[in-house]
């Protein structure tokens, strides 16, 4: 029987199966919404009980230094310390693919959550309807769009409650990134699979499907900036970020346009609350303290700038870093040549006058010393954000080791001279800076820091090793024991393995040659050399009689020294800040130095990423 020839009540009959059937549908797919939500609550909850053992193990161990017990060998306590010493000592090290052993532990945890919430308890356990995959990882891909923001806040809270500033925390972030990138990707292809095969192509054409659309393409496109364009241009890269972000929030609550019975609207009012809040923390930072503000800056060679500001902000320290606002500065390579919209991250040397050293690479740092260049000692407007950064205390160590490679001494300098400046007159610390830089116009950067390091009324208790791994072309003045280079042209050399194994050391002088000494606590396989004393051309004038090793350092040997030096129920300080090659020496060297019966020793290593 044709359809046209039906009777009133079979075709009412028909329809009345056909609402039946749309609402046991509707009624099944906000079932399954309801259990897809309480996994999202699930995961949320995971996450933040692995956020709480961070938290609480920060503490116990604040707690312990506090009261001294990492020092004490109580028999009660002894089990505790040891075990948590065999745990650092593993996690610090580093692995191939991860900055550290601790980060792999993380990164597979958020992993594993991942893979456990996006296919557990399906709604009647059906997993044989592929939409039911589609919709858990839509859900698992708001969830994780939600950490992405956390991660990347400035004012985290992360910072007080675990030590972990932002920037320590933005590899989780990008990682965090790919994850909801790949979600997103499943979600959308398995749902338009779904409708392309089953002839209902007019859901895509719908106005959530198309918000759907338009968020996953900016989604994908911010991180292909990511992982592309930001090797290339970072200004460019962080403004279409920023945009693209944007685009991603209002898109995702056009998607999910409901607080109910959806709910996915409350996951896009938090993301987007969050995020708001910490731009107005730093937009009002950056106000107030631009009033009455403004910056000199000084040209430096070999490609440094120094920014000296006129009001330093609050709670500002030394080796922490700071956002810098100077509009003034004007873009050479963009096609926006403005820059009043930018800040730009910098590590403080000194706070009592706020002072900031910059090696020039490209984009803002390359304007900024060329404009140094062109108008050297001029003052400008200017404004800072932060602080940012946790760094250990320097006084709650007995030793502490500062290791630098090239422009990463502004980290390690204002370390040093923060420790200084608040150390007892009777203190019995000590501090071994090793510095590596590849000329002597590096040098000039930092002479009234490293002038502080050997006047300061602590300088004995300071032991300073400066090593130049390149020297300018040299001949031979003379014969004697103790041979004399004078500079020639201004090309230079890289040191020969031989010079570098030896630890050849000289001193920077003033047009005549100067007697070096040794610095104290130095290792014995410095010490088996005799020094190369060499004139130095006048860019390193000013550091009269200071003592340089020609080579690079071997840091592993110096800091096994360092920490054989102090005894067991002492502490020390590990902290360093350069290329990647050095702090991974810094790291497992300092994993192969924790013992159960040794010294207690803390590392933090000054980069974006842990």
């Not at 860019?539 to 020294?561: F, K, N, Q, W, Y």
């Amino acid at each position: 029987m044709s359809s046209s020839s039906m009777s009133p009540e079979a075709s009412e009959a028909a329809a009345a199966a056909a609402e039946a059937a749309a609402e046991a549908h509707e009624a099944y797919l906000e079932a399954r919404q309801e259990v897809n939500v309480e996994m999202l609550i699930y995961y949320a909850a995971s996450l933040s009980a692995l956020i709480g053992v961070f938290i609480l193990s920060f503490w116990i161990r604040f707690i312990f230094v506090r009261l001294g017990w990492t020092r004490a060998r109580n028999p009660i306590l002894q089990p505790f310390i040891a075990t948590t010493r065999v745990f650092r000592k593993i996690f610090i090290r580093t692995l191939p693919g991860f900055t550290s052993v601790g980060h792999a532990v993380v990164v597979i945890v958020y992993v594993a959550l991942n893979i456990l919430f996006s296919f557990y308890d399906f709604y009647q356990d059906d997993y044989s309807q592929i939409t039911n995959f589609a919709s858990r990882f839509g859900w698992m891909a708001t969830g994780n769009m939600a950490l992405v923001v956390f991660l990347a806040l400035k004012n985290t809270p992360l910072a007080f409650l675990t030590a972990y500033s932002y920037e320590r925390l933005n590899v989780l972030h990008q990682i965090a990134g790919y994850t909801t990138m790949l979600y997103t990707i499943l979600h959308a292809s398995i749902y338009t699979d779904y409708f392309l095969n089953n002839d209902r192509v007019y859901i895509l054409q719908e106005d959530v499907v198309t918000a759907g659309i338009v968020l996953g393409f900016a989604l994908l496109f911010s991180v292909l900036a990511g992982m592309i364009l930001k090797r290339f241009n970072y200004e460019l890269f962080y403004i279409i970020h920023v945009a693209l972000f944007v685009v991603i929030v209002v898109t995702l609550g056009l998607h999910r346009p409901s607080f109910n019975p959806d709910q996915g609207l409350y996951v896009t009012v938090i993301i987007g609350a969050i995020w708001f809040a910490d731009r107005l923390i730093r937009f009002g930072r950056l106000v107030y303290n631009s009033i009455n503000n403004e910056a000199t800056i000084h040209a430096l060679p070999d490609g440094g700038t120094r920014i000296v500001l006129k009001k330093p902000i609050p709670r500002a320290r030394p080796g922490k870093h700071c956002y810098v606002w100077l509009p003034q500065i004007r873009s050479s390579s963009s096609f926006i040549k403005t820059r009043a919209f930018e800040t730009h991250p910098f590590t403080i040397v000194a706070s009592d006058p706020m002072e900031l050293v910059i090696n020039s690479y490209s984009g803002f740092t390359r304007d900024l010393h060329e404009y140094a260049l062109k108008n050297p000692g001029k003052s400008i407007r200017a404004s800072v954000e932060g602080p940012y950064g946790t760094d250990p205390d320097p006084l709650d160590f007995d030793k502490v080791v500062l290791v630098a490679g090239g422009s990463g001494a502004t980290f390690t300098f204002g370390i040093a001279a923060d420790m200084l400046e608040r150390m007892a007159e009777n203190s019995t610390q000590q501090i071994d800076f090793i510095w590596a830089v590849k000329g002597q116009d590096n040098l000039t950067w930092f002479t009234e820091h490293l002038n502080n390091l050997r006047n300061h009324y602590h300088s004995p208790k300071v032991s300073l090793k400066v090593h130049v791994t390149r020297l300018p072309h040299t001949h031979p003045a003379g014969r004697s024991n103790s041979t004399t280079r004078t500079s020639s042209s201004g090309s230079s050399t890289d040191l020969t393995p031989s010079a570098e194994e030896k630890g050849v050391e000289f001193t920077a002088t003033s047009g005549q040659i100067s007697s070096s000494a040794a610095t104290p606590y130095q290792s014995d396989r410095d010490e088996k050399y005799a020094p190369r004393r060499v004139d130095i051309p006048s860019s390193a004038a000013s550091m009269v009689d200071l003592p340089i090793i020609v080579g690079r350092p071997d840091t592993e040997a110096l800091i096994r020294s360092a920490v054989e030096s102090v005894g067991r129920d002492q502490r020390v300080l590990i902290a360093a800040c350069g290329p990647d090659g050095l702090i991974k020496v810094v790291r497992n060297v300092a994993a192969s130095c924790i013992s159960v019966d040794g010294p207690a020793i803390e590392v933090h290593c000054e980069q974006f990423g842990w």
